[in-house]
C-alpha cells in the first residue's frame, strides 16, 4: 500500500519546514554539509510520489523518470553513513562517560531525525516502484517485486561507495560524466564488494521491518 495523497502532501511540508530550520540552524562547519544531503535525499522521495503500476500512464515516460530516480535515491539511504560524523561531536568526557551537552544532543538529533526520516520513507518509494517495475515487467507480484527490491539496494548501495569513497555527487554524473568513467571502472576490489553487501543488508533491514510493521497493521485492522 502506497501513500495517500494526504501523506505525500503531509511529507512535503514536514520536508520544507525541517530544511528550513537545518538552513538556519547549520550555516556553519562542522555539520552544514546537513543541509545539501538531506535536500539530495528529499529528491527521490518526491520523485517516487510520481511513479506507480498507473503512473505515469505513458510507459516510457515511468522508465524515464525511474532512471533519474534511480540516479538519485542513493542519497536517501546515504545520508546513514553521515551518522559516522558524530564522531565529530567529541561525545566522551575525560571520565569516559558521555557528555552532557545540549549543543552535542541537539546536532545528534539533527543527524539522526534526517538520516532515518529520509529512509523510511524512502523506503515506501522503494515499495511502490519495485511492484510497478514487477507488474510492467509481467513478473510475479511477490517474488518479481521482492528480487527488484534486491537489485534496487545493490545498486544503491554502489551509488552509496561511489558518493562517500570517490566523491562523486549525483549531479556530477549529469553534468560530467566522461570524468568518472574511469573511477567507476577502477574500484573493484574485495573491500567494495564487502561495503556494497553490507550496506544493502542495512537497507533489506530497514525496507522489511517496515514491511513487517504494514502488514501487522493490516492484519490488526482486519480482525
Not at 577502477?186 to 556494497?196: A, E
Request: hydrophobic fraction near 55%; glycine fraction near 4%.
Amino acid at each position: 500500500m502506497g501513500l495517500s495523497k494526504k501523506a505525500k502532501w503531509a511529507v512535503r511540508i514536514i520536508s520544507i519546514l525541517w530544511l528550513a530550520f537545518l538552513y538556519l540552524r547549520l550555516k556553519n562547519p562542522p555539520f552544514n554539509f546537513l543541509v545539501l544531503n538531506t535536500f539530495l535525499a528529499l529528491i527521490p522521495i518526491e520523485l517516487s510520489f510520481h511513479l506507480g503500476v498507473k503512473k505515469p500512464k505513458n510507459s516510457i515516460l515511468f522508465w524515464i523518470l525511474f532512471i533519474i530516480w534511480m540516479l538519485f535515491y542513493p542519497n536517501t539511504p546515504y545520508l546513514l553513513t553521515d551518522l559516522f560524523h558524530l564522531s565529530l561531536l567529541n561525545p566522551y568526557g575525560t571520565n569516559g562517560l558521555l557528555r552532557l551537552d545540549n549543543q552535542m544532543w541537539l546536532n545528534f538529533t539533527l543527524l539522526l531525525v534526517s538520516a532515518l526520516f529520509t529512509t523510511i520513507i524512502g523506503m515506501w518509494g522503494v515499495k511502490t516502484i519495485s511492484r510497478a517495475i514487477a507488474v510492467k515487467l509481467h513478473l510475479p507480484t511477490l517474488l518479481g517485486s521482492n528480487l527488484v527490491v534486491l537489485l534496487i539496494t545493490l545498486l544503491s548501495s554502489t551509488g552509496i561507495f561511489i558518493g562517500r569513497f570517490l566523491r562523486i555527487h549525483t549531479i556530477y554524473l549529469f553534468l560530467t560524466p566522461e570524468q568518472f568513467i574511469n573511477p567507476l571502472l577502477n574500484m573493484w576490489n574485495r573491500s567494495t564488494i564487502i561495503f556494497i553487501i553490507l550496506l544493502t543488508v542495512v537497507q533489506l533491514v530497514f525496507y522489511y521491518t517496515l514491511e513487517l510493521i504494514v502488514k501487522s497493521d493490516d492484519t490488526l485492522n482486519n480482525e
